[in-house]
């Protein structure tokens, strides 16, 4: 179980990055929308987890916060994913500039999405409007 002031040890991604065995296995789970990322020991839930193993150490000792929420994890595993909590990641210039980086090519895959409902939307309102005007006179 995790010390109860882990929110102050500050590790590092190349000190995560160095833990990425079965018997040695961390991860990265947060981003901005859900305070940030931390860094959590999950060696001793290896066995436990019931989609086994391997999928945890597919993304060991890296940043598995978009596996980890792409997946849909229950309010139980999150649960779960606290007790394992080791600390924060440190956020620091190199790391803050990669961060951006996957933010903004995150934002350039989906960009453009929402005009397209925008579109959608004044299109049918459109027909809505002609076919309410047709059946008025």
Known sequence: MAPKD????????????????????????????????????????????????????????QDADEFFEDIGHSNDAREELEKHIIGVLKMDAEELKRRAAEAEKA??????????????????????FAYYKTQMA
């Open 6 to 61: 882990v929110s102050e040890r500050e590790i590092t991604m190349a000190e995560v990055s160095k833990h990425n065995t079965e018997k040695d296995c961390w991860l990265v789970i947060g981003n901005a929308t859900n305070g940030g990322p931390k860094v959590y020991d999950v060696t001793s839930y290896l066995d436990d987890h019931p989609g086994g193993a391997e999928v945890m150490l597919d993304v060991a000792g």
């Open 107 to 128: 934002a350039s895959k989906s960009g453009g999405g929402g005009a397209n409902v925008f579109l959608i939307l004044i299109v049918l309102a459109a027909v809505g």
